[in-house]
């Protein structure tokens, strides 16, 4: 049995530098972003307090501090990269999808970047680059070109003229699964039960999306294989006609924690999607303490890191954007 003590150490270390929830708080109060990257600095996230910095100067130097530590963990990890590959595939997932939809919505190039943490498939060139197309297919196009895996999947989806953004999300969530899959086959029974429950959550997630609406296709070509859902209820979910009646199918066949959610948040996809990190976040954090041995801690440092790096991007932009005080804490700062 692989054993993860010294570089759970190590992650220990790495997760003390983490901005506690009562820094996070203090921070939302910053006048300006000169008194944020001041805050920044004598913090030690930022090496200097960048007098004169704009929001995107300070969101690069905070992905750039983001991706430092992701470097330092794969060179600890020797032969154990199995837990951290599924780690950085469901980063780069979220990046991609983050991109994308940018790109489909007109979000500014910067925007576009909010958050989101270098990895050494998606290094802090390759997303500059990524978040400057304006066409899906460019964006599929760069990644083909820079041997990223899931480039392949996103060019065929996007061939339509008028790309459907449905299609290529499920592209890229399809992709992670079946990378996902490969690689914890032989990587043991956690990592192998943490990718099935990614995959129930996106499959729930796709269900109740097709439950709002016509299907023009069988449902059965949405499905993602691997998880605890099978076909059948995740058809009959995906065509019930009504994402609450969906949520009920899926809350009959998985029960759990996840089904409940999927319950609460049937009508808001977004709400949805958020409740869904904070629950893959506080089964992390419950796994880490149960075998503080295994991967579980490797793959909950990643976790908060996005949390935090999230948070502070929405402080950046929303102090750009003049808004001041406790009026930030609808962008998510102080939630970690």
């Given at each position: 049995?692989?054993?993860?003590?010294?570089?759970?150490?190590?992650?220990?270390?790495?997760g003390?530098?983490?901005l506690?929830?009562?820094?996070?708080?203090?921070?939302?109060?910053?006048?300006?972003?000169?008194?944020?990257a001041r805050?920044?600095?004598?913090?030690?996230?930022?090496?200097?307090?960048?007098?004169?910095?704009?929001?995107?100067?300070?969101?690069?130097?905070?992905?750039?501090?983001?991706?430092?530590?992701?470097?330092?963990?794969?060179?600890?990890?020797?032969?154990?990269?199995?837990a951290?590959?599924?780690?950085?595939?469901?980063?780069?997932?979220?990046?991609?999808?983050?991109?994308?939809?940018?790109?489909?919505?007109?979000?500014?190039?910067?925007?576009?970047?909010?958050?989101?943490?270098?990895t050494?498939?998606?290094?802090?060139?390759?997303?500059?680059?990524?978040?400057?197309?304006?066409?899906?297919?460019?964006?599929?196009?760069?990644?083909?070109?820079?041997?990223?895996?899931?480039?392949?999947?996103?060019?065929?989806?996007?061939?339509?003229?008028?790309?459907?953004?449905?299609?290529?999300?499920?592209?890229?969530v399809?992709?992670?699964?079946?990378r996902?899959l490969?690689?914890?086959?032989?990587?043991?029974?956690?990592?192998?039960?943490?990718?099935r429950?990614l995959?129930?959550?996106?499959?729930?997630?796709?269900?109740?999306?097709?439950?709002?609406?016509?299907?023009v296709?069988?449902?059965a070509?949405?499905?993602?294989?691997?998880?605890?859902?099978?076909?059948?209820?995740?058809?009959?979910?995906?065509?019930?006609g009504?994402?609450?009646?969906?949520?009920?199918?899926?809350?009959?066949?998985l029960?759990g924690?996840?089904?409940?959610?999927?319950?609460?948040?049937?009508?808001?996809?977004?709400?949805?999607?958020?409740?869904?990190?904070?629950?893959?976040?506080?089964?992390?954090?419950?796994?880490?303490?149960?075998?503080?041995?295994?991967?579980?801690?490797?793959?909950?440092?990643?976790?908060?890191?996005?949390?935090?790096?999230?948070?502070?991007?929405?402080?950046?932009?929303?102090?750009d954007?003049?808004?001041?005080?406790?009026?930030?804490?609808?962008?998510?700062?102080?939630?970690?």
């Open positions: 049995m692989m054993n993860w003590g010294d570089v759970n150490a190590r992650v220990r270390g790495l003390s530098r983490l506690p929830p009562e820094e996070m708080s203090r921070l939302a109060e910053a006048d300006d972003l000169q008194a944020l805050a920044l600095a004598t913090l030690g996230v930022l090496s200097d307090e960048m007098p004169g910095a704009t929001a995107p100067a300070i969101e690069l130097a905070l992905r750039r501090a983001a991706g430092a530590p992701v470097r330092i963990l794969r060179r600890w990890l020797g032969d154990r990269e199995g951290m590959a599924v780690g950085l595939d469901v980063e780069d997932c979220r990046s991609l999808r983050a991109l994308i939809r940018g790109a489909a919505e007109g979000v500014h190039a910067e925007a576009r970047l909010t958050g989101l943490i270098p050494p498939a998606l290094p802090e060139r390759l997303l500059e680059e990524l978040a400057g197309r304006v066409r899906v297919r460019d964006q599929a196009t760069l990644l083909i070109a820079a041997g990223h895996p899931y480039g392949p999947a996103i060019l065929a989806a996007a061939a339509e003229t008028v790309p459907d953004l449905f299609s290529i999300e499920l592209a890229i399809r992709t992670f699964a079946e996902a490969r690689g914890a086959r032989s990587a043991g029974r956690f990592l192998r039960d943490y990718v429950g995959i129930d959550s996106d499959n729930c997630r796709i269900a109740l999306l097709l439950a709002g609406t016509e299907l296709e069988p449902a070509s949405a499905f993602l294989a691997g998880g605890r859902l099978s076909p059948g209820d995740f058809e009959q979910a995906a065509a019930a009504d994402p609450h009646r969906a949520a009920r199918i899926l809350d009959a066949a029960g924690r996840l089904a409940s959610l999927v319950v609460r948040h049937a009508s808001d996809p977004a709400a949805l999607e958020e409740a869904l990190e904070v629950h893959d976040l506080e089964s992390l954090r419950h796994h880490a303490r149960l075998d503080p041995l295994g991967p579980a801690p490797v793959l909950l440092y990643l976790r908060q890191l996005r949390q935090q790096s999230i948070a502070l991007g929405r402080l950046v932009w929303s102090l954007l003049g808004l001041r005080g406790r009026a930030r804490g609808s962008a998510g700062v102080g939630a970690l």
